[in-house]
């Protein structure tokens, strides 16, 4: 019955990949919108873990449209760097979001820490926490993992933010070079998906 009920699902985010990705993981009978569809800013991201932000953003712009929202936030964590990015993963980009100054950033702190990591298997895992707002009393919520090691460049035009240089544990291609339908099966953001997509 609730399926029935609920027409509209607000993905929240103003990040263009972001919201395509989740839009192609949300069941077809849904109008998806967002942010932008309502002239609405993204919050302040003040949280110290993935799940806190995610909560945030799904949090804000629920309480502002009266829609249910389903949000996002994920990020890169490189073992040599200490985890970094992290959930500083888009910050790295600039005001702008630039993710070519973001990539440039990594490798350049890579080559800092250690100027011979290219020839090395430096590991990295993505990172996706999802938040359902609105749907029940309190907050659904899930975290989906994927690990894997960096590429020592740039390769692929597939995807978006830092997948040109995240190569997949027993993959040989980047999220990148990978065709859409193969990353979805993997990646971080359909784990942490498949996790609450029984309340959809």
Known sequence: MLKKKIKEI????????????????????????????????????????????????????SKKTKKICIADDSGLEIDLLNNQPGIYSARWGGKKGDFNLAISKVY????????????????????????????????IQSQGIVNGRISNKKLGKNGFGYDPIFIPENKRLTFGQMQQKIKFKIDHRSKAYKKIKKFL
Do not use: M
Request: proline share 5%; charged share 30%; aromatic share 10%.
């Open 10 to 61: 607000l993905v929240g985010s103003n990040n263009e990949g972001k919201i395509k990705e989740i839009k192609d993981l949300l069941p077809k009978y849904y109008t998806i919108t967002s942010p932008k569809d309502y002239g609405l800013k993204s919050p302040k991201e003040n949280g110290h873990t993935f799940l806190k932000n995610s909560l945030i953003k799904a949090k804000h712009f």
């Open 108 to 139: 350049q702190k890579l080559s800092k820490v250690d100027k011979n990591w290219k020839s090395k298997k430096i590991k990295a895992r993505f990172i996706c926490a999802l938040t359902i707002y609105g749907l029940k009393k309190n907050p």
